[in-house]
């Protein structure tokens, strides 16, 4: 089966195209002006996916050697997102697979990220336990198959990307913020501050928000003008943020393990991405004996291999949409069960 995927939710246009699960392309464009305005512009995003949707899919074809008649099946993702960004795919979508009378599903952007280990060789384990850690979303799930997801905790503020991405400009290192601090933070001592890490009612929920201000109390305490920071502080200062962050984290994730019967651990999302954090983990599975999966980088950030496959997923499990559906239900805020 040749299932098409459809992903532009933020500032990457990606079209990617799998054929029984394989993937065959897999083409991500991003928006790299937005870098000058310190951060995405969404009237200016939505117009450039417009610009480039058309030639990346026929990049994809051509890179499959597939033709537009070959498609059984056209994904796109339906949210969360910006939505200006989010209807040019969608629509895109539901355009191609109407003119193509093939079926249509619309595919959750998150429930993309959280199956997007099952896009590696070695592919995660039902029961798993998943860590969600994005731009936009912080989430700790237990995965029990392809339909059913458990919530254990979220974000009760602002998700660990965002964090990463405000801190970054509080430093004057600009927009994206998380590679930035990653590699300022490699030349620092994460020990040298000692930023809190906050409490929550439910213990696997998060919260970065009081994390974000104690960096910027910091900064207006040890400095006179703490919008220019002397460079040789940097370094330290993005490493200790960075520990904070990471301990958050796995602190969770342990939790979770000693709680839960699990067979897999999986991380995935654009923070997914930090070398630290994946060290930190892989040291946890290894402690706890859990097969561990990531995925490459190519998929932690956005793309539309898994929108495709989790879209093949669901059309697999006898799950059907018409056009009118603008999204997949199961991942409605109040869809998951506690």
Known sequence: ??????????????????????????????????VKYGGVVPELSSRAHLQIMIPLVKKA?????????????VCASAGPGLIGALLVGLTFGKGLAFSLNKPFVPVDHIEGHIFSGFLMDEKPEFPILCLVVSGGHTLLLIVEDDLKIKKLGTTIDDAAGEAFDKVSKMLGLGYPGGVKIQELGAEGNPDKIDFPIAQC??????SFSGLKTAVLRYLQANYENYKQIPPKDIPD?????????????IKKVEIALKK????SISMVGG?????????KLSELSAKHK??????????????????????????KAGKRFGLDYNAYPCLKDDAFTE
């Open 290 to 315: 859990i097969r561990l999966v990531i995925p490459d980088l190519e998929y932690c950030g956005d793309n539309a291999a898994m929108i495709a496959l989790r879209g093949y997923k669901i059309f």
């Open 271 to 279: 923070v997914a991405a930090n070398k630290v954090l994946r060290s």
């Open 260 to 263: 839960y019967e699990v067979k």
């Open 61 to 73: 074809l051509d890179k499959s050697k597939l033709e537009l008649k070959d498609i059984d099946l």
């Open 1 to 34: 089966m040749n299932v098409i995927g459809i992903e532009s939710s933020c500032d990457e246009t990606s079209v990617a195209i799998i054929s029984d699960e394989k993937i065959k392309a897999n083409l991500i464009s991003s928006q790299d002006f937005h």
């Open 201 to 206: 009612k439910n213990e696997f929920d998060f």
């Open 237 to 249: 200062i993005a490493a200790s943020f960075q520990k904070a962050v990471v301990t958050a984290l």
